[in-house]
């Protein structure tokens, strides 16, 4: 396994809307994130991911790219992130944008051209296809944001396909030109000084020739979930390959890929660090540990997770990179409710289990991501109402659940507050001031009501605070060459409250014991464990220092020892 920078790193994600408004104008802004990039170097983190900042008419917040080569306005100018790359770099902080290339906005001028005829030269930048024999959509994929994954388009008499919003049509990777348009536009960016990418359903980008029909896994939904036809396409490799060749590999860059529904091998196939294309993909897996499966609802059907679950699937996950490949560390991002809400407790334990959380992902074999507010312990928000919510999916989902499927408001309303993506994206928690520092305005999106208690100014100077914490656990990464580069080691698989593992360097072990519930377990040394010489990195309680074998937990305990 080579050393490499981006596996030293922790990487930091900002989503811009969300982050700091600097105009008062109840956006985000570049300018905002330059106000705060001495907060960033001082958390101690070493790569910003951006999410899009492109021109967009925003039906997507910015996934829904206009001009890949143009600051979305509302964001700035092209000076401010000339301002904001040299304000990060003057820091020693990289910077990564977001690839979105599966799909563009229907306002971006190719996909305008293309619509207007059917032998107009961008026509086929995208996937068009006639309509069925009874004018229906050429097949029955259903959209990740309710309904066909198809629109009608009366100018030509086609059907578009968009895995996504209608205004964000799916690009045709099989036209060479769409690709090398792609491969431009990524060596423009890199030679502007760009650190590298987080790419956008990256394994949508090929599917499965003819575009079949979906097998049916709601048979009462005319639209079924086609993640079998567009998730691990025929020509996937050959375009990622295609890619490296033509770009990466040209520069030193740090590249993850979101790669949703992706087989486990195909994403260790996908990061091979001698064969594969990028460095490092966001697996799924342990996204769905709450999920119920099987229903319609998919991934607004919830129940409670179970501790060996996800022990199994990072196990099984560290394992297959093994010697080959390389690891994200997640558990947020701008699609994910916040997890000291659905993993942690938000309320009795709201601190401890928010460092238990952190402990898990900083201690873990694989590259962290910290979520812009995860380092408050930033919590989910229950909105009294529908008119609140801003992001397309949960509109979309809201009226698909209430006027299709016969759901009630309050059982909707529920759903979305456990698992809708606006528990990610209200304002960023700076301090108890109106609208907790974000703006000065009226902000695009409520903050959360509990601002005045959980936001960074009450937390800054408080050494007993998760922010505090947080930078404890990323100047531990960079003193302990063990949590980067040693193997990983599961021990107690099946217990139900506590996850123990060590991480193996040559001489050098750590143990880490994480108690994930309120409960008081008994820790039992695992055989073959030397306490003798241990001594404690970093724990969310006062430690006494009694002995490690046969300590009680406390609730939501976390323990970070050397062992040797
Ligand atoms: O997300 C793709 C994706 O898999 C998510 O839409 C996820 O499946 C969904 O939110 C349910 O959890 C990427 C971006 O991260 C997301 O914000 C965009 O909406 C989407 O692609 C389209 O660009
Ligand atoms: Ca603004």
Known sequence: MKRQWWKEAVVYQIYPRSFRDSNGDGIGDIQGIIEKVDYLAELGIDVVWLSPVYESPNDDNGYDISHYQRIMKEFGTMEDWDELLDALHDRGIRLMMDLVVNHTSDEHPWFIESRSSRDNPYRDYYIWRDPAPDGSEPNNWVSFFSGSAWEWDETTGQYYLHLFTKKQPDLNWEREEVRQQVYDMMTWWLDRGVDGFRMDVINNISKTPGLPDASIKDPASRYQFAAEHFADGPRLFEYLEEMRDKVLRHYDTITVGETAFLPLSSA????????????????FEHMAVD??????????????????ELKQIMTKWD???QGRGWNSLYFNNHDQPRQVSRFGDDQQYHQTSAKLLGTFLHTMKGTPYIYQGEELGMTNVEFPDISYYRDVEILNMYKEFTQERGHSHEDVMQRIWTTGRDNARTPVQWDASAHAGFTAGTPWIEVNPNYTSINAAAQMNDPASILSYYKKLIRLRRQEDVLVYGDYELYDPDHEELYVFTRTLGKEQVLVVLNFFAGTPVFHLPDGLNEAAAHLLLSNYDQTGASLHGRTMRPYEALVYKLA
């Open 319 to 321: 394992k297959e990179m």
């Open 291 to 308: 999920a119920e499966p099987g229903t319609h609802a998919g991934k607004w059907e919830t129940r409670p997770w179970k501790l060996p």
């Open 268 to 283: 260790a196939d996908m990061v091979d660090e001698e064969s594969g294309y990028l460095n490092m993909v966001f697996q």
